[in-house]
């Protein structure tokens, strides 16, 4: 039994030597969601509380982020959440590609399903009220159909 543990502590200490890379893409706020669609500062602020560390290049990486292997599910799932849906680089997206990231995003928020369960461990500020979802929904719902007109005008 002992020599089990002595091996999974080298091992343990040896994967420390292997970091994952918390540099966050450069940012263009010309392109961020927030400021191209002047969201309101409320929605704004719930948006980076509860959304951005995930779904954008402002990434701020929580203190277990320095422990391996907790960093390496970490770095993963930002790039999974990036890979999804990144409010820095929302600008880019296609008109229709927009339309479908704010139908799942109103999706996700009124499934509960974001942001994840596993998120509030180390953000419990993250966590939203019933109101802060119904406002976020209607947010993005409002956006959406400003996105529609756009697309509708442009043909």
């Known amino acids: 039994m002992k020599k089990v ?3 999974i502590l ?6 420390q030597f292997f970091p994952i890379d918390k540099t966050n893409p450069p940012l263009t706020p010309g392109m961020d969601f927030l400021k191209i669609k002047k969201t309101p500062d409320k929605i704004a602020k719930t948006i980076r509380t509860s959304c951005y560390d995930c779904h ?8 277990y982020a320095n422990i391996s292997p907790a960093s390496w599910f970490l770095k ?26 704010l139908e799942e995003c109103i999706e996700m928020i009124e499934k509960k399903e974001m942001p994840l369960e596993s998120y509030y461990i180390g953000h419990q500020n993250a966590k939203l009220a019933d109101e ?11 956006i959406k159909e400003d996105t529609e007109r756009g697309i509708m005008f442009n043909k």
């Open 76 to 101: 993963n799932h930002i790039n999974e959440g990036r890979k999804h849906l990144n409010f820095s680089t929302f600008a880019v997206y296609e008109p229709q590609r927009q339309l479908k990231k």
């Open 56 to 63: 954008s290049n402002e990434t701020r990486y929580p203190w």
């Open 5 to 7: 543990l002595v091996v």
């Open 132 to 142: 802060q979802r119904a406002d976020l929904v209607k947010y993005f719902n409002k």
């Open 10 to 15: 080298v091992a343990f200490i040896m994967i």
